[in-house]
């Protein structure tokens, strides 16, 4: 695998933080720039949850704030807050956890341009996305060049069959279908892990608990998060805390423990089954996740958390 720098895109969120703390595990050096964007909760929140954990994780990267909602006529702006708190981790943005760490403050001002002259640095660069795609998608429309820079996207989106907003409708594509339907036809070399896959990748409270004896800050702020999340996870019928997010980095650093297809996916954006995942046999530019052991990567995640 080749190891290029970097471009994390998220929407934090519980299940981001986990991932966000598993990509600074592994490979902290190579990550660039944290990219930020509404989603699981509002910009300015996903913001500051994103500069809390990177002060947290001790991490020295530029923060760039990003999009505060889907593109001109595009979506509708969810907010998952039910499912992340009203702070979008659990009520513990004001917690004595996180409340006396230094923050380095987001970068504010043409978001897009920035992120481009930070891709154009480098010869080639990887790009992760965690939350809606509405950053990438304005990216490659006001820099189309940028799509030859990019050696890969990782993507956690869209599900087969399976929805967690609607009936159809996983929650990041729902967000802004028609960014994800741009991102998913143009890019030539894209990792989706799908809500099929990720849905049961999940926590129970033994292993939350597991976490949090480690004794270390991280481990602490992980298992009162990783709880508030699990009961919420619960009331809406999943199997404990589900771990999206993290499954999608994995996904990226470890693509042995996956199985992949070689296929191209539409994301419907028409009114009627809005942010529906639809595989089309005849191409090829999509890796879709098919398969992988959910405690295999259960374990992985837990590591890297403590």
């Known amino acids: 695998m080749i190891k290029r720098r970097i471009i994390l895109d998220s929407d934090p969120g519980i299940d981001d933080a986990v991932a966000i703390a598993v990509l600074f595990k592994e490979c902290a050096e190579r990550v660039k720039l944290f990219f930020s964007t509404y989603g699981n909760n509002s910009l300015e929140n996903t913001t ?22 889907p593109g001109p006529g595009n979506g509708t702006c969810e907010d998952a ?20 760490l230094p923050v380095k403050r987001a970068i504010e001002g043409d978001y897009l341009k920035i992120v481009y002259e930070a891709i154009a640095e480098e010869e080639s660069i990887d790009y992760i996305a965690l939350g809606p795609l509405t950053n990438l998608s304005a990216l490659i429309e006001r820099f189309p ?31 802004d279908a028609e960014s994800a339907n741009k991102v998913l036809s143009v890019i030539p ?41 699990y009961h919420k996870c619960l009331t809406y019928g999943d199997q404990g805390s589900v771990m999206h997010d993290s499954t999608a980095v994995l996904a990226y650093l470890h693509p042995e423990l996956f199985k992949f297809v070689s296929c191209g996916i539409r994301v419907n954006c028409g009114m009627e089954r809005y942010g529906e995942s639809t595989v089309l ?8 996740v098919v398969e992988t052991d959910p405690v295999q990567i259960l374990d992985r995640i837990a590591e890297c958390i403590i």
């Open 48 to 69: 500051r949850n994103a500069e809390s954990i990177l002060s947290l994780l001790n991490a020295d990267i530029p923060l760039v704030r990003g999009s505060q909602k």
């Open 189 to 229: 070399n894209l990792t989706l892990v799908p809500l099929d896959i990720t849905s049961k990748v999940a926590f129970d409270l033994d292993s939350i608990s597991k976490i949090g004896s480690a004794g270390t800050n991280i481990s602490a702020f992980m298992e009162a998060i990783l709880t508030f999340n």
């Open 81 to 100: 807050s039910y499912i992340h708190g009203d702070d979008g981790i659990g009520g513990l943005q004001n917690s004595d956890l996180l409340k006396n």
């Open 145 to 175: 060049q940028i799509v030859e820079q990019i050696g890969s996207v990782t993507v956690m989106g869209g599900g087969i069959g399976k929805g967690n907003i609607t009936e159809f409708a996983e929650f990041n594509f729902y967000c």
């Open 281 to 288: 046999k005849d191409g090829n530019n999509v890796q879709l």
